[in-house]
């Protein structure tokens, strides 16, 4: 079997893996193991220069439709957003959890693999890949 074929077939048995849409999780729910003696963190909006507003408003309207950010009455937890300008022209609505969420999580001992060790274990390796998610930054 060459290699084209096996790909044809690798990406004709999981079709729906690569229909370019924005994908979901339906295994459960994600949870954050936020300490117990945290108290909630709410922090002001950022300025928003005005020539972005528009912009930012129709790609949050389009996050909501996708199901990717939800409507809450009130909340006493609150993140500012940072807007990032894609190379495309588009923009990116990120949030700086670092002022607030990250500061209060339990973090995950487990050590992350360093990135040399990582690219030693493909020596002799005779095929490499490139996966890009989809609004990558929205994965858990």
Not at 55 to 61: G, H, I, N, T
């Amino acid at each position: 079997m060459n290699v084209s074929h096996a790909v044809n077939e690798l990406f004709f048995s999981y079709a729906e893996m690569f229909y370019g849409g924005l994908g979901r999780f339906t295994g459960g729910r994600a949870r954050l193991a936020v300490r117990a003696d945290a108290a909630p963190v709410f922090c002001r909006a950022r300025p928003l220069p005005y020539a972005l507003r528009e912009r930012v408003d129709a790609e949050l309207d389009a996050m909501l439709r996708a199901g990717v950010i939800e409507p809450v009455e009130c909340s006493d937890w609150a993140t500012p957003l940072v807007i990032v300008n894609k190379s495309d022209g588009a923009i990116r609505i990120c949030a700086d959890y670092k002022v607030t969420l990250n500061r209060v999580l339990s973090v995950d001992k487990y050590p992350v693999p360093k990135i040399d060790d990582l690219l030693s274990q493909l020596g002799g390796s005779k095929f490499f890949s490139k996966i890009d998610l989809s609004q990558a930054y929205n994965q858990i």
